[in-house]
């Protein structure tokens, strides 16, 4: 199958790529339907793209890859929503702001979007937690 995103172009993907969001991404109402873009000149980053709006996609990291001390500790109802039933099918990403100064680049660490690898759901959930911030520093100075 084809998509075509108004600002990555031509993306090409399988039935089984297609994540369905169990509850909205916040800020983006009625859109479900998504696929995880690996973008390969730009690691460690993906693309989180609509399948339902070509104007919707989100730029995503692993907080791992920048954070070593990041945890997340994910709510029984949330595991139960997206069917998780292991701990190595959770992919757990973090929205990311870019910007033309790489120090101002940001990361939201307070609101992950979680992935069910396995079971393709996912879901943006929001950690209560003071030290994680939603536009947290991704390079430190």
Do not use: C, W
């Amino acid at each position: 199958m084809v998509f075509i995103s108004k600002i990555h172009g031509k993306l090409e993907y399988d039935e089984k790529d297609i994540i369905i969001f169990k509850k909205e991404i916040l800020g983006f109402n009625n859109k479900e339907k998504f696929v995880l873009v690996e973008l390969e000149d730009y690691k460690p980053f993906k693309l989180l793209q609509s399948l339902e709006d070509e104007e919707v996609g989100l730029i995503l990291t692993s907080p791992f890859e920048f954070f070593d001390d990041y945890k997340v500790n994910l709510p029984e109802e949330t595991l139960n929503r997206l069917n998780i039933d292991n701990e190595e099918d959770v992919l757990l990403l973090t929205t990311i702001t870019l910007s033309s100064d790489p120090k101002k680049i940001t990361a939201n660490l307070k609101a992950p979007i979680i992935i069910n690898k396995k079971a393709n759901l996912a879901e943006q959930i929001i950690i209560d937690d003071s030290k994680y911030n939603i536009k947290h520093p991704l390079i430190k100075e």
